[in-house]
């Protein structure tokens, strides 16, 4: 205890000076909370004894353009914080009224949460945590990094991951249940939108696969989403922009990602990091639409590592998190009451968030150790002095035994003391609907993005015409066979690796369904079939684009059903390679590694295809068996070749003739049957079904709900660091 007295008294002297009467001078650009009945009177940050609660009322002039902050003075009675609303100011004229949200109360109540490392122990991430949320406020989980701020955020909304266990209980309207679909949003501090798509395309289409119910009955709800999130300016914008108009800025894509959850009308919603990576003005802008929004009645509760001091005036409740211990739970303003017990005030020019932060972040001590032989102009490092180790234990010992921790254990029993309506779900689109519209959307985003398969479309025709002119000109005699065999090689095996360019497209579609699945919008299975049909077009348009410069440049018969054929053979290899493709990327899912995978697996079929040595001469294990049997190269160019000889003869001399088969035997492996062509082009059929089934399969395990082969086979992948 003396150790602790003498750093707190050494924090008080360090920032006497800055909070003394003398230094308040009041700034244009520094935010103060006015008293009622004091006009121009500014009231600072900085606690005393004397300081008095006060509760923040945001009303945003019609335009959103400016902001009035009144304050009005509370009681500190528990009926006021039950009831979790806010005085209503009046509708400004010309103001939309915006729909009301029955919110929903969640209570934490000795939340403790374990989470299996690398380590064989389990290391405790939150630690007897309790706190609650209530309708129409802001509930703020605050503390620097690896604090465990995360971690309750998915606690309160069932996300734990399968490595984590629970002990406590989570209430809900005071009942222990869990929140049904479509109650609650859930938004994720990585932003995953789709750049091609307009903001009002963006959200209509997310409408469509979320909700049940006609399509005119979702246009309503999409307009509500953009007015709550006040991106009326930018419904018409495409998100990612083109080549002649830049992109959304990062905080119009966070209120995108926002918007998407408030599709379902949600009664609650999570949002980890709603101010990550934006500027001041940007994070300003994001906490008043945030407010507004918590003004309809919805509950809110997010985490946030850091704020300016006008954005620390907006929220309601504050809990506040240090290597998983809470230091605080409670209004707001009682929080700087709080440091200030503890004898850590906060001075009168330092953004209230900046001081809590410097309190409790161990990081600092580092800093010390640097500065603690350093000099500025006034003298050592005053300011920096301070053990953070010893002043996270006054704080959690002084909540402990304060009456804000009394408070809030009162509260949470009333608000558990009885039950109230269940929560229940808004139901779901149905399959075919969900499919339908994924298929549309697919269709639309690739033939707006240029590089997902214009660009491989591109590159398909110059590298045929290439190959055609290389190997135009061969005849139909004995002696082009082998020529022939190899243009059939070349044109097959470079345009599947030629198809790596879309494998960012592919990447970028995975991502954004994962972002989707978490939040139960689409599942894998539906995404497959909604990628497959999509992509059906594309690929044929390559294919025969491809096939028709080819067949005619390197003259090959001249059938219309051995052309038809050849088209339908290269389509096939195509789908068989996209099917590979999605394998590797949804297991990777990493463009690097996915393209270096990618190319290997490629030229490791490419020299077991049987060009390079006759299938029949490979050694048996492992390049004959399995590797030629896996390789799709084998069978496109097989069928190919057959579909070109078989039925056909050539004349050795004058007298003697041989079939088609027999002069392919010492270029290339084939079968005498005439039904073998068709035979290969259902083994590709079958590949290209078994490389989907595969993705289905690594589509539940690695992106859903389980991601133990991720660990598996990604061996630089994140661990489960608490945040």
Known sequence: MEEIQSQSDNYRSSSSSASSPASRVPSSNFFYLRK?????????????????????????????????????????????????????????????????????????????????????????VVKSSNGYALPGTITVIMGPAKSGKSTLLRVLAGRLPHSANMYGEVFVNGAKSSMPYGSYGFVKREINLIGSLTVREFLYYSALLQLPGFFCQKKSVVEDAIHAMSLGDYADRLIGGHCYMKGLPNGERRRISIARELVMRPHVLFIDEPLYHLDSVSALLMMVTLKKLASTGCTLIFTIYQSSTEVFGLFDRICLLSNGNTLFFGETLSCLQHFSNAGFPCPIMQSPSDHFLRAINTDFDRIIVMCKNWQDDNGDFSSVNMDTAVAIRTLEATYRSSADAAAVENMILRLTEKEGPLL????????????????????????????????????????????????????????????????????????????????????????????????????????????????????????????????????????????????????????????????????????????????????????????????????????????????????????????????????????????????????????????????????????????????????????????????????????????
């Open 36 to 124: 009622p009945g004091s006009l121009r009177q500014p009231i600072s940050f900085e606690d005393s004894p004397e300081w008095e609660d006060t509760d923040v009322d945001v009303r945003v002039e019609d335009g959103g353009d400016s902001i009035n902050v009144a304050t009005t003075p509370v009681s500190p009675s528990l009926s006021k914080l039950n009831s979790g609303s806010l005085p209503s100011p009046p509708l400004p004229e010309g103001a939309t009224l915006v729909r009301k949200t029955a919110g929903a109360s969640i209570v934490w109540k000795d939340l403790t949460v374990t989470i299996k490392g690398k380590r064989k122990y389990s290391e405790r």
């Open 424 to 723: 229940k779900s808004k139901g779901k689109a149905g399959s075919a609907t969900r499919i339908a519209v994924l298929t549309w959307r697919s269709l639309l985003i690739m033939s707006r993005e240029w590089k997902y398969y214009w660009l491989r479309l591109i590159l398909n025709i110059i590298f045929t015409l290439c190959v055609g002119t290389t190997f135009s000109g061969l005849g139909h005699s004995l002696s082009s066979i082998v020529t022939r065999v190899a243009a059939i090689f070349v044109f097959v095996s470079f345009t599947a690796l030629l198809s790596i360019a879309g494998v960012p497209a592919i990447m970028k579609e995975v991502k954004i369904y994962a972002s989707e699945e978490s939040n139960q919008h689409l599942g894998a299975l539906v995404f497959l079939v909604g990628q497959l049909l999509s992509s059906i077009p594309f690929l044929f348009l390559i294919s025969i684009s491809s096939s028709l410069v080819f067949y005619f440049l390197i003259g090959l018969r001249d059938e219309f059903s051995l052309l038809m054929y050849f088209v339908l053979n290269f389509f096939m290899c195509l789908l068989v390679n996209e099917g590979l493709m999605l394998v590797v990327v949804s297991l990777w899912q990493d463009v690097y590694w996915s393209t270096l995978t990618l190319v290997s697996v490629q030229v490791i079929m490419m020299l077991s295809a049987g060009y390079f040595r006759i299938r029949n001469a490979l050694p048996k294990p492992v390049w004959t068996y399995p590797i030629s049997y896996i390789a799709f190269h084998t069978y496109s160019i097989q069928g190919l070749l057959e579909n070109e000889y078989l039925g056909t003869s050539f004349a050795v001399g004058q007298v003697r003739t041989i079939s088609g088969y027999q002069a392919l035997r010492s270029a290339y492996d084939t079968s005498m049957d005439s039904n073998s062509k068709w035979e290969n082009l259902l083994v590709l059929f079958l590949m290209a079904v078994g490389y989907r089934i595969l993705v289905f399969v690594l589509l539940y395990f690695r992106v859903g709900k389980k991601e133990f082969l991720y660990k598996i086979f990604k061996c630089h992948g994140d661990t489960n660091n608490a945040r």
